[in-house]
């Protein structure tokens, strides 16, 4: 079974940053794109960051310039580099990763970081 555990998250203060990190214990050939999730007090899970195999990578507006998504594929591990962190991002923070398994592409959710920003 695939498994997809984050760390790295924590309380600070407005202004603040902090870097998430999340590892696979899937093959490191099969893993595709990783990504960033959140969910807020709204409760809908939202993308913040993407990266793909090669290294590109997209940002939600409300993060561009302040995050940074980038992976080590040797170690099958994504992080999230959140600087000028501000209330709003306070969430649980969701790493995402596409796994191929034979000839299908499936995906897979760690149990979430709980980053929390407030001063």
């Known amino acids: 079974q695939v498994e997809v555990v984050e760390s790295g998250g924590g309380l600070v203060q407005p202004g603040e940053s902090l870097r998430l990190s999340c590892t696979t214990s899937?093959?490191?050939?099969?893993?595709?794109?990783m990504s960033w999730y959140r969910r807020g007090p709204g409760g809908e899970r939202n993308l913040v960051a993407r990266i793909s195999y090669g290294g590109t990578a997209t940002y939600s507006d409300s993060v561009t310039g302040r995050f940074t998504i980038s992976r080590d594929n040797a170690e099958n591990t994504v992080y999230l580099q959140m600087n000028s962190l501000k209330p709003e991002d306070t969430a649980v923070y969701y790493c995402?990763?596409?796994?191929?398994?034979?000839?299908?592409?499936?995906?897979?959710w760690g149990q979430g970081a709980q980053v929390t920003v407030s001063s």
């Open positions: 995402n990763v596409d796994v191929y398994e034979r000839r299908i592409l499936r995906n897979y």
């Open positions: 899937a093959s490191i050939s099969s893993v595709d794109m």
